[in-house]
């Protein structure tokens, strides 16, 4: 049996499904980006049948990943699978996963079937998708609470279809590690044709239990883990691919097992999804929390200056935190700046120099010196920023204080046109927005979240606003960054309004052309 670990990452699908707000085409793209260069194996973009916008990413994703599989989700149903072969084609290289419930309570309560119909629809499923590729993954839903007979049975007719790799998630994050190693275990042991496939695992994490359940799994002879970055997903979340991948690897002396991933790539690539999905980080959580690395007891200090490795098992560098060694300030050259995004991980086509540069400066103007978490803050604002954008903030004034009504002027470009408009409101930044709102004249939007962040340390830290928002019934995020809160806030707002604005140029499109024109 082969020591390789196949990472397949379902960020873009069990993440992106448990959000408060979709993630737009653009932001899917950068996320598949991050995940091809981090150097998983397999990318779960989506699940083509359940909207447009799904169909879209998964096509564009499909569309320009080279390195890793594309993969789609859809139930075992010829339309669902139809949609994903649609959504693929276009790859080249493209997996289709089907899944069918299989636990008692499931197939009796959800799907009101019996074993047997449940096990035709698998089949059928598996047979349909193998006319699209001939890589087809089939999962048991809830197999973690499926009886084991059924469960045996279900894998050795999914493989006779044609599946290559058999998924065996625990949907409800239930069993324990034990048990879920001795259901990978038993599987081996009895299904005959189990050496035609690999077996996957996909656990949830409801009791705390999906990386040790899935580590259970790799040491019963299980070769694929889905997993998430920072381990989100439905509930609970998924397995966290940071963490199980530093498992593999720190551990490989016991384990003796290996991965593609390029570890380096882990702490860009779990801030990129925290601040796209919208979904901080927990500053303790394993591998990618702010406090991972840091050191606070005087014993544990005085340790890591004499030998690194006393309270160190990994290095921040071989997760790609870097230690900064240069100050940076506005007498800083391009040069410098440069050769600090090179030590951050970053190659010469990840970001503009020129723009950054002229952020860095403007950056350094306000705050004297920059570090690297405002390099990286530049980077991905300057990346997220839309190419076709509709709304744009071209002049800002707001007024607060004591015994003053707070107001506000903002300049916005709509479209070709330069509009200016004056409001009021309970503080600065209502007052800025309700000029917004004025000016653009959207009515239907809804404010329904909103986080204030800072990026950094001290008073000049740098502001980062994520809002969510709602638009004709459906949630949108948006991210905005500046040293001024107030300018935060409204550029997370301009964030928004140009993705309800692309959200409804793609709606119409549909409209078009389902009428034909
Ligand atoms: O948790 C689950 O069972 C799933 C399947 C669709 C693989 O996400
Ligand atoms: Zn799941």
């Not at 997993?227 to 593999?248: D, F, P, S, V, W």
């Not at 330069?418 to 409001?423: D, M, N, S, T």
């Not at 019934?473 to 905005?480: E, I, L, W």
Request: aromatic share 6%; proline share 2%; charged share 25%.
């Amino acid at each position: 049996m082969s020591n390789q670990i196949l990472l397949f990452d379902t960020t873009l699908r069990d993440g992106e499904q448990a959000l408060a707000a979709s993630l737009t085409v653009k932001e899917k793209l950068q996320i598949a980006f991050a995940l091809e260069r981090l150097g998983v194996d397999i990318i779960e973009a989506g699940f083509p049948v359940s909207s447009p916008g799904d169909f879209e990413s998964v096509r564009a994703i499909a569309q320009q990943i080279k390195h890793a599989r594309v993969c789609g989700l859809a139930r075992a149903l010829e339309k669902d699978i139809d949609a994903c072969g649609e959504a693929l084609r276009v790859a080249e290289q493209f997996r289709i996963h089907t899944f069918i419930a299989t636990s008692e309570i499931h197939v009796s309560e959800k799907l009101r079937k019996s074993n047997d119909a449940v096990l035709e629809m698998a089949v059928a499923a598996v047979k349909h998708a193998r006319k699209y590729t001939d890589d087809v993954e089939f999962s048991c839903e809830d197999a973690g609470r499926t009886h084991i007979d059924y469960l045996c049975r279900i894998t050795e007719a999914a493989i006779n279809a044609g599946a290559k790799t058999i998924n065996i998630p625990d949907t409800v994050g239930y069993t324990t590690p034990t048990e879920f190693g001795g259901i990978i275990q038993t599987l081996f042991n009895r299904v005959p044709n189990i050496d035609k496939a690999t077996i996957s695992v996909h656990c949830h994490n409801d009791l705390g239990l999906a990386v040790a359940n899935s580590l259970a799994a790799v040491e019963q002879g299980a070769r694929q883990i889905e997993c998430t970055i920072n381990g989100i997903g439905e509930r609970a979340g998924n397995c966290a691919l940071e963490e199980i991948a530093m498992i593999l690897q720190t551990r490989e002396d016991l384990l003796g097992l290996q991965t593609n991933i390029n570890s380096g790539e882990i702490s860009r690539t779990s801030k990129l999804v925290s601040n796209l999905c919208n979904m901080p980080v927990q500053s303790n959580k394993a591998i990618v929390g702010a406090n991972a690395f840091s050191h606070s007891s005087g014993i544990h200090q005085d340790g890591v200056l004499k030998a690194q490795n006393t309270y160190e098992i990994m290095t921040p560098e071989s997760v790609g935190i870097n230690k900064n060694s240069l100050n940076l300030t506005s007498r800083s050259g391009r040069h410098v700046i440069k050769h600090r995004m090179h030590e951050l991980g970053y190659q010469d086509d990840d970001f503009d120099l020129t723009r950054l540069y002229d952020d860095f400066l403007e950056l350094a103007d306000k705050k004297g010196q920059v570090f690297d978490y405002d390099l990286e803050a530049l980077v991905f604002f300057d990346q997220i920023k839309q190419e076709e954008t509709q709304y744009e903030l071209k002049y800002l004034h707001a007024s607060a204080g004591q015994s003053v009504i707070p107001s506000a002027t903002v300049e916005m470009r709509i479209g070709q046109q330069e509009i200016k408009q004056v409001a009021i409101g309970s503080g600065p930044l209502e007052a800025a927005y309700n000029a917004i709102l004025n000016v653009t004249g959207i009515e239907a939007f809804e404010l329904v979240d909103f986080k204030l962040d800072s990026k950094g340390e001290g008073a000049d830290a740098l502001a980062q606003v994520s809002l969510i928002g709602e638009y004709k019934g459906r949630k949108f995020n948006g991210v905005g960054l500046s040293t001024d809160i107030v300018e935060a806030g409204v550029n997370a707002l301009i964030y928004v309004l140009n993705n309800t604005y692309l959200a409804d140029k793609i709606d119409q499109q549909k409209q078009q052309k389902i009428a034909g024109i």
